[in-house]
C-alpha cells in the first residue's frame, strides 16, 4: 500500500489510492508510523517520502496521537533551500528545519551524514496545505522607537489570530491577506536609514529636510495566485505621528484598519464571484481585536 501511495503523482492519484484502502484506520496507522521513521529524514528520497505521507495523512486524518502538520520547501533570502515540518499556527517542529546544498545533479544536507546523489533534481512541497489563518500581519525591520510597544503588540495580534481564527470555516476559494506594516524610523542609529512615510506631499512640512517617502496609508495589490494559494497583498504605511500616539490609539487604529482591508477583500472576491465566508472571518476577527485592545487597555 505505502509502494503506490509514494508511486503516485498527483493529489488526485493519491485521494484513489487512499479510498482504495479496505480499512482506513489501518492505513492511518501504517502512515503514522513511517512518519515516525522518516521524520529524521537524512537524504532528498526521504524528504520526499516523508511530504507524501504527510499529504497522505491530510486525507485519512492524523488521528488523536500526533498533532497535523504540513511538510514545505522553500528558499532563504540567500537562495539555499530548507525544508521543515510545521503546524497550522506556523510553528516549526523541533528538529524539522534543515538546509541544503546543490550536489551534482541533486541536493545533500548541510553537514548531513548522506551525501549520496540520488539524482532527484527537485523538493516535493505539501500541496494539500492545512487551513490556516487568513490574516498574516508582517512588519519592516526598522521603525521609531516609540512604536516599540505597538510592535510588540502586533506580533501578539499575530499569535492570537494563527490560533483563534476559525478558517476551517470560511472555505477554500481563498488563501490568505499579507498585510505588511512599514514604519517611519526617523530616529534611526544609522544615518542614512533615517526616513519618515507621508502619506499625502501637502503633509510634508514646508522646509523638512530629512528623507522622506510619499506612501498611501494602504497600498493594496491585485488577487493573485501563488503555488496554488489565492492570496491578496497589502502594505500600511504608518506616519511617524501615527508611531508618537499611545499604545491604545494605535491598537484602535489599527483595529479599524483591519477591517477596512477585510471590507476589501470582500469587495474584491464578490468581484471575481468567488464564495467565501467573509462574514465569519469578519465576526472571528472582531472578537479577537476586543481581546486584543483590551489587554492593551489593561497594561
Not at 492511518?28 to 520526499?48: C, D, G, P, T
Not at 506556523?90 to 545533500?108: A, M, N, P
Not at 512588519?139 to 512604536?147: D, E, I, T, V
Not at 516599540?148 to 476559525?166: G, T, V, W
Request: net charge negative.
Amino acid at each position: 500500500m505505502l509502494r503506490s501511495i509514494f508511486e503516485t503523482e498527483t493529489l488526485e492519484q493519491l485521494n484513489e489510492v487512499i479510498q482504495a484502502a479496505p480499512v482506513m484506520d489501518e492505513l492511518r496507522e501504517l502512515l503514522i508510523a513511517e512518519y515516525h521513521r522518516l521524520f529524521h529524514y537524512a537524504n532528498i528520497k526521504q524528504w520526499n517520502e516523508l511530504v507524501r505521507v504527510c499529504e497522505a495523512l491530510a486525507i485519512t486524518g492524523w488521528g488523536t496521537s500526533l498533532t497535523p502538520v504540513e511538510a514545505v520547501a522553500e528558499k532563504w533570502i540567500s537562495g539555499s533551500f530548507y525544508t521543515e515540518l510545521r503546524t497550522r499556527t506556523f510553528k516549526q517542529i523541533e528538529g524539522s528545519c534543515k538546509g541544503w546544498s546543490k550536489r551534482q545533479d541533486s541536493f545533500v544536507i548541510h553537514e548531513g551524514s548522506d551525501n549520496t546523489d540520488y539524482g532527484i533534481a527537485a523538493f516535493a512541497s505539501q500541496r494539500n496545505l492545512l487551513p490556516k489563518n487568513p490574516l498574516r500581519l508582517v512588519r519592516s525591520g526598522n521603525y521609531q522607537l516609540s512604536a516599540k510597544p505597538f510592535i510588540n503588540s502586533l506580533s501578539e495580534l499575530r499569535s492570537a489570530l494563527d490560533e483563534h481564527m476559525r478558517q476551517q470555516l470560511y472555505g477554500d476559494s481563498f488563501s490568505y491577506i499579507g498585510i505588511s506594516c512599514f514604519f517611519s524610523h526617523h530616529d534611526d542609529a544609522e544615518r542614512t536609514l533615517q526616513y519618515e512615510y507621508f502619506h499625502e506631499q501637502n503633509d510634508v512640512p514646508a522646509g523638512f529636510e530629512q528623507g522622506y517617502y510619499i506612501k498611501p496609508k494602504f497600498a493594496v495589490g491585485k488577487l493573485a495566485s501563488r503555488k496554488g494559494e489565492l492570496k491578496l497583498e497589502v502594505t500600511r504605511h504608518f506616519t511617524r505621528a501615527e508611531g508618537e500616539l499611545s499604545l491604545q490609539e494605535q491598537q484602535q487604529l489599527f483595529k479599524a484598519d483591519l477591517l477596512v482591508i477585510v471590507d476589501l477583500l470582500e469587495e474584491k472576491l464578490r468581484k471575481k464571484k468567488l464564495s467565501y465566508r467573509v462574514d465569519l472571518l469578519r465576526e472571528d476577527l472582531i472578537d479577537i481585536l476586543e481581546k486584543w485592545t483590551t489587554r492593551g487597555n489593561a497594561t
